[in-house]
């Protein structure tokens, strides 16, 4: 597995407390089955700023030098949504995800804030491919997944925690993530990692779950073809279709109408 969203840097979030307990969280995650990690602190105004890249760069060096060649770590960040994102990357404040064009999203477990589209359309506008963090998680795309879908549609892209097939984030969360599979709305799937006690790196079971509910292929697609397709640079190697035509979109309609296509 290629585990695109993890927190194992020491003493910059809520994910290890010290060293120790990092390298023994990458550590859990190369016996799991984790051959690469991307690093994604929370970038966190007024709790986590992390906006140093070269403070979290040493930090990873640190890091990879303790535990060895495996996993191999690369360095990324987990954006806390904001009408600035924008702004936030010009400036250098967000890492994209191992330097790529990916970049790491979430929003609170709550809401979703209004005019969303936005400032996610304007970034892929600057290049930037908008990877939304857990949306199975969040009590507003549960209950309205055609907003999810809409952001897809516009471009954005999704990942879906491992914890979440095996029911540790709940019913309903497994329910999202595998109805989502199902309709061709997940594009990746990661292990969202904090530590090695409540927030452990959950592979085998989620894919054999996905594999049941998709098939091998699909569940390799998603937990290594398209996360190394992050990590390269490229376009993903699995686009699933979705079940109805992108102009269904409002937000996107509106956007063709403003540039004259049809």
Request: a negative charge; proline letters at 5%; aromatic letters at 16%.
């Given at each position: 597995m290629i585990d695109v969203h993890h927190h194992c840097l020491p003493d910059v979030d809520d994910g290890p407390r010290g060293w120790d307990e990092a390298v023994a969280l990458c550590r859990m995650s190369a016996e799991a089955g984790i051959e690469t990690i991307i690093a994604t602190p929370h970038v966190l105004r007024g709790r986590w700023s992390n906006t140093s890249r070269a403070e979290l760069q040493s930090r990873l060096d640190e890091l990879q030098q303790?535990?060895?060649?495996?996993?191999?770590?690369?360095?990324?960040?987990?954006?806390?949504?904001?009408?600035?994102?924008n702004e936030a990357l010009a400036n250098g404040e967000i890492v994209p995800l191992a330097g790529s064009r990916y970049v790491l999203i979430e929003f609170a477990s709550n809401n979703i804030p209004p005019m969303v589209e936005q400032p996610l359309y304007r970034m892929q506008l600057d290049g930037w491919i908008p990877l939304i963090a857990h949306p199975e998680r969040n009590l507003v795309f549960q209950s309205k997944p055609e907003l999810l879908m809409s952001l897809i549609q516009q471009g954005a892209r999704t990942q879906i925690t491992t914890a979440s097939f095996t029911r540790q984030f709940g019913d309903t969360a497994r329910t999202s993530a595998l109805d989502w599979l199902q309709r061709g709305m997940v594009h990746v799937v990661a292990t969202d990692a904090h530590n090695t006690t409540k927030r452990p790196p959950v592979v085998a079971a989620a894919r054999a779950v996905v594999a049941a509910a998709a098939n091998e292929s699909i569940a390799e697609a998603l937990f290594v073809g398209n996360p190394r397709a992050i990590v390269e640079g490229r376009p993903f190697v699995y686009e699933p279709e979705l079940p109805y035509p992108v102009e269904k979109s409002p937000f996107l309609g509106r956007v063709k109408r403003f540039l004259g296509i049809s």
């Open positions: 303790r535990i060895g060649e495996s996993p191999h770590l690369l360095l990324g960040s987990e954006y806390f949504f904001a009408h600035d994102i």
